[in-house]
């Protein structure tokens, strides 16, 4: 994921940051199913993430300059999967934020979803160096797919930072019954 990052800075956008800690703004779409609560993850795309454990991820990318933080959630949300995010600003939920062991915070939002499916994931790329300092550029995919699994799954899969996450979401869940 760094790589991906230091690509992006050095492209399009200007993180938001404070004290130089990258901030990220992203949706964690959620239903109920028979088996109990599902979370909508995502598998990041690329070489580096194509084999190793953990490579799922809540969608989500960097703030923009001074985009607010939902706006953000959705506007990733569509550009990783490819549709856009059936949540309106009045269905999300703040879930707060957790730190990744980068250092990145992630400001995590939820809604239900109980009918949303996608298809294929259709995500944005981005170009990584490979190898680093080559000078040969290839464009990978953000995400190379995208599933509903169920919470305990989503915390095998997740990346370290991101299953805090999961706790808060289940925590929400059973306060608003």
């Known amino acids: 994921m760094r ?10 956008l200007v993180p938001r940051s404070v004290d130089d800690v990258v901030v990220s703004a992203g949706l964690l779409l959620h239903r109920t199913a028979s088996t109990g609560p599902e979370v909508f993850v995502a598998h990041m ?22 985009e607010e933080p939902l706006a953000t959630a959705v506007r990733e949300f569509a550009e990783e999967i490819g549709v856009p995010a059936p949540v309106t600003a009045s269905d999300a939920v703040d879930l707060g934020e957790f730190r990744q062991a980068s250092g990145k915070r992630v400001r995590v939002f939820t809604a239900s979803a109980p009918t949303f499916a996608v298809d294929e994931v259709r995500s944005n790329t981005v170009q990584l160096e490979l190898p680093r300092g080559s000078g040969r550029f290839v464009e990978v995919p953000e995400v190379d797919d995208a599933r509903w699994v169920t919470v305990d799954e ?3 899969l997740l990346v370290a930072g991101q299953v805090a996450a999961l706790d808060a979401l289940l925590e929400r869940l059973a306060r608003s019954g």
Do not use: Y
């Not at 990052?5 to 399009?12: F, H």
């Not at 795309?45 to 001074?66: D, H, M, Q, Y």
């Open 45 to 66: 795309g690329g070489p580096f993430w194509r084999s190793r454990p953990r490579a799922w991820t809540i969608p989500k990318g960097l703030v923009e300059g001074a």
């Open 154 to 156: 989503a915390r095998g």
């Open 3 to 12: 790589v991906v990052v230091e690509v992006i800075r050095a492209s399009r």
